[in-house]
């Protein structure tokens, strides 16, 4: 399965910007054209900084998963098909996705059979997988890549469930860290699959011209985990699927019914397609049936949504007569938006009571964010340091990750948005934070994170405004970028842009001693922040004095 984009709430913003080139060919010159409406485009993904090869990075996005779900036509010209089109309604989304999820196929005219591995793939890999997580009830990450990632032909899932509980069995026995059973497993998992082309010595690795067997299994090794990634952040995108707080793969609460329908009603055999029986297949957004294109069912699940509602002291009640499963889909969607939105703000009111047990969650949160322990490593760091954010002081802080109806993060915050926002009354303050480092931290956020701050600002009639830059290290090219901006003023952003950069350690040290005494920041403290890096930027002898000033004054709170 592709890897690019590896979200697939991005899909959405790649399809839209495609309209424009609908009806030419997908040559290099369009290609070109595309990547840089990409770039000069600010929506989901796209602020990604200069390639040298705008062709290939054009079709990196495109020809992956875009075409493989049926989403693009390429040939003869660009078009945009009908699940393209309505996989771009929020609230068609998930549904969309869960159908071409379930078409995808192994082989297929897409991904056809090669000489190396004739006969070994018979899969319909979303719907094994989500067969694996509903039939053994949790997985860990570890076990999903093990033992989904690898499983080729569907005959074989009962000796997968078998292997995956002897695999369990003798973790236990033999009291085998879970790190290192993974490790050993799939490097002799991956030893013996290749051990025809180690022999002949045909272990060429794609990006280097070296020739190693261990580099050619430790690449391989390394592969499972990206593919096992990219299959773990679609299958969860259809909300089937959701990783817990316990870091488990679990059916979704309340989907249950959902799942067990498409266990039993989709084929599983990998059937044969010409080129165009596979596309007409694949393009056609009314197959395969779903439960919840059941409109009684729709409404079954509306009624649900309305019984949570009302232990929120929420009335809701919904007449149907006369509306199509469309609008009922949109009252779904928007019941479900606003009972998210009441579990996070009663969320955000249990964190702001200091109880020792959350305080050292969110500290060790941060410590496997930084050991990138989560499938989504970028997405659980916005939503902990929300989580921080909010229990050390008395502002209304919104992040604009998403989370599912059971609180669990399961998006980023869109490429257009700030990823946090603090009101303080007469200020706020924008929180941004990355996993990215090196070039690729400069290239990614410095014009993103300078722009929110600055269309907040001017959004709010030049409220004050100022910024945490929230990272794993931080690049000195970004502390000078940050330095400069707090002593040059721009007339489009209304003046200086003012970042204060912290790596995770910084700012969990933070976190930990503001915290350990029960004492909250409050607006003043806050403030004060915001103060002291404009006075340290005044006095500084350059960027690196102006960086150590802050961060002493910010550990020493």
Request: charged share 30%; with cysteine.
């Amino acid at each position: 399965m592709s890897t690019s984009p590896r979200s697939p709430q991005r899909l959405p913003y790649y399809i839209d910007l495609m309209k424009q080139f609908e009806g030419r060919k997908w040559n290099h010159e369009t290609q070109a054209d595309y990547y840089n409406a990409m770039v000069s485009n600010q929506m989901g993904d796209f602020s990604i900084g200069k390639s040298k090869n705008p062709e290939m990075s054009a079709r990196d996005k495109i020809n992956r998963a875009p075409k493989a779900l049926g989403l693009i036509q390429l040939k003869p010209t660009l078009r945009i098909t009908e699940a393209g089109k309505k996989i771009q309604n929020k609230y068609l989304f998930e549904d969309v996705l869960t159908k071409q999820l379930l078409k995808y196929q192994l082989p297929s005219p897409i991904l056809p059979e090669q000489k190396d591995n004739k006969g070994m793939f018979n899969i319909k890999p979303y719907l094994e997988l989500l067969r694996l997580v509903y039939t053994v009830g949790d997985l860990s990450r570890s076990e999903f890549y093990a033992f989904g990632i690898t499983m080729t032909d569907y005959h074989d899932f009962d000796e997968t469930v078998k292997n995956l509980k002897e695999y369990r069995k003798e973790a236990k026995i033999n009291h085998i860290r879970a790190p290192k059973h993974y490790h050993d497993y799939m490097m002799n998992y991956v030893t013996k699959l290749y051990s025809d082309k180690i022999e002949s010595n045909d272990i060429k690795i794609r990006e280097t011209k070296s020739k190693s067997s261990n580099k050619f299994i430790k690449t391989k090794f390394n592969n499972v985990g990206d593919y096992g990634n990219a299959f773990l952040r679609y299958l969860t995108g259809t909300g089937l699927v959701v990783v817990n707080k316990k870091l488990q793969v679990v059916v979704a609460p309340n989907r249950e019914d959902d799942v067990k329908y498409i266990l039993d009603t989709i084929p599983r055999e990998s059937k044969k397609y010409t080129e165009k029986e596979y596309n007409d297949f694949l393009f056609d957004v009314n197959v395969p049936k779903l439960l919840s294109d059941d409109r009684e069912e729709i409404i079954i699940k509306i009624n649900q949504l309305d019984a949570r509602l009302s232990e929120y002291s929420i009335k809701s009640s919904t007449a149907y007569d006369g509306l199509s499963s469309l609008d009922l889909k949109k009252i779904q969607y928007e019941k479900e938006e606003k009972l998210d939105k009441l579990a996070r703000d009663e969320y955000a009111k249990s964190l702001k009571s200091y109880d020792d047990s959350q305080i050292n969650d969110v500290l060790d949160t941060f410590e496997h964010i930084k050991a990138q322990d989560y499938f989504d490593n970028p997405l659980y760091l916005e939503w902990n340091t929300w989580r921080a954010l909010t229990m050390i002081d008395n502002g209304n802080i919104k992040g604009s990750f998403k989370t599912n109806l059971n609180g669990d993060p399961v998006s980023t915050a869109p490429g257009n948005t700030a990823d946090i926002v603090g009101d303080y009354g007469d200020f706020n303050m924008i929180c941004e934070v990355t996993m990215s480092n090196g070039k690729k931290q400069y290239e990614m956020e410095n014009e993103p994170v300078t722009r929110h701050l600055g269309e907040l600002r001017t959004k709010d009639n030049g409220k004050e405004t100022f910024g945490l830059f929230i990272a794993k290290t931080i690049q000195p090219n970004v502390i000078t970028e940050f330095y400069y901006k707090h002593r040059i003023p721009t007339r489009l952003y209304g003046g200086t842009v003012e970042f204060i950069p912290l790596t995770i350690d910084d700012f969990s040290t933070f976190f930990k001693n503001v915290t350990k005494d029960g004492h909250k920041l409050n607006e003043n403290d806050i403030q004060q922040l915001h103060k002291k890096t404009i006075e340290y930027a005044e006095s500084a002898e350059d960027e690196t004095d102006w960086y150590n000033k802050i961060r002493k004054y910010v550990l020493s709170l």
